[in-house]
């Protein structure tokens, strides 16, 4: 079974600090990974996926399958980035997606 | 381009009674999902309509159903509420295939 482990709950950085989202999975298959964020008074979006390998809003995620982690992560903190943040897991066998319990990032000014 | 609508935007209920959640995908999209995000409990998948079927079905109990019209839009079911019943219930539409949800803002049921 496919599961999506987030171990932090709450994170708060200093505004100008890095920023690290931790995100473990487990999954059979080879994965496909996102991280999706939630704004205040927003709807749940899509910040970024493992196989663009892009850079949006500055956050990066690389998929280490060794360690089965898709951290999130951007090297300076801004205000706009207080969020809630989501990581999740497409199982191309049942075509679910998986999401984990989800961390509150805040950043401190 | 209008996005994915859900209604009602609150609803309220008391226990035993049943409650009917509403969505409209995107336009182009096929593939309608709900989940109910609960309290400190994330996302939690509740089910996946393709094309009028019913495609998944997340660990729920059988009073949580549902159905895709032939627009697309769904509508979500929930039966003999019961407290823990109350939650955010999000829909997220795709095209057939993707894996890329988009979500709607969301029903908040309360049940008393």
């Known amino acids: 079974a496919q599961r999506v482990t987030q171990p932090e709950k709450l994170l708060s950085v200093f505004k100008g600090a890095p920023v690290e989202l931790k995100c473990n999975y487990s999954?059979?298959?080879?994965?496909?990974l996102f991280w999706y964020v939630q704004y205040s008074r927003q709807r749940l979006q899509l910040l970024l996926r493992?196989?663009s390998r892009e850079s949006i809003k500055g956050f990066t995620a690389d998929l280490n399958k060794g360690e089965t982690s898709f951290h999130l992560k951007k090297p300076f903190a801004q205000e706009e980035d207080s969020a809630m943040y989501y990581c999740?897991?497409?199982?191309?066998?049942?075509?679910?997606?998986?999401f984990g319990t989800g961390t509150r990032l805040t950043i401190i000014p | 381009e209008a996005g994915v609508t859900q209604s009602p935007t609150h609803l309220i209920k008391t226990r035993g009674q049943q409650a009917t959640l509403r969505c409209s995908p995107i336009?182009?999209?096929?593939?309608v999902y709900w989940y109910q995000q609960a309290l400190g409990l994330g996302l939690q998948f509740l089910l996946w309509?393709?094309?009028?079927?019913?495609?998944n079905r997340g660990n729920f109990p059988p009073r949580f159903s549902g159905r895709q019209f032939p627009n697309y839009s769904s509508e979500l079911n929930v039966n003999a509420l019961e407290l823990e019943d109350s939650a955010l219930y999000l829909c997220?539409?795709?095209?057939?295939?993707?894996?890329?949800?988009?979500f709607g803002a969301g029903s908040r049921l309360t049940v008393l």
């Open positions: 999740a897991l497409f199982n191309f066998g049942n075509e679910k997606l998986t």
């Open positions: 336009s182009g999209h096929t593939s």
């Open positions: 493992h196989i």
């Open positions: 997220a539409s795709s095209r057939y295939g993707a894996n890329v949800l988009t």
């Open positions: 999954y059979s298959g080879s994965p496909e």
């Open positions: 309509y393709d094309e009028g079927e019913e495609r």
